[in-house]
């Protein structure tokens, strides 16, 4: 069982940049890959970004690709979510997940095991 906790979320305007953390308190932290996706009302979770157990791979969502930056410190059991130049298209409750070793290059929910309880993000225009 992972635990996961998201946090960072808030209002920012359109162009302004947020960073989002996902935290877990399991040592093997390490052996997940973990994934970002969002979900807006009314809509379905969509991913967002993923990363491979190690750091070294990512899969970026053709929408945030050039604007937004994961990565990962297994020290700290911690993923980020950097996101610059958001829009109000990015508007969503962000959420982390974590996966088998090979979820990362899947962008779909079922790929992953746990899950967080979700930061909400608001992009005003």
């Given at each position: 069982q992972v635990q996961l906790v998201e946090s960072g979320g808030g209002l920012v305007q359109a162009g302004g940049s947020l960073r989002l953390s996902c935290a877990a308190s399991q040592r093997t932290f390490s052996r997940y890959a973990i994934g970002w996706f969002r979900q807006a009302p009314g809509q379905?979770?969509?991913f967002v970004v993923a990363i491979s157990w190690g750091g070294s791979?990512?899969?970026y969502a053709d929408s945030v690709k050039g604007r937004f930056a994961i990565s990962r410190d297994n020290?700290?059991?911690t993923v980020y979510l950097q996101m610059?130049?958001?829009e109000p298209e990015d508007t969503a409750v962000y959420f982390c997940a974590a996966g088998p070793p090979s979820s990362y290059k899947s962008?779909?929910?079922g790929s992953y095991d746990y899950w967080g309880q979700g930061t909400q993000v608001t992009v005003s225009a």
């Open positions: 379905e979770r969509e791979n990512t899969y020290a700290k059991n610059n130049s958001l962008s779909l929910p």
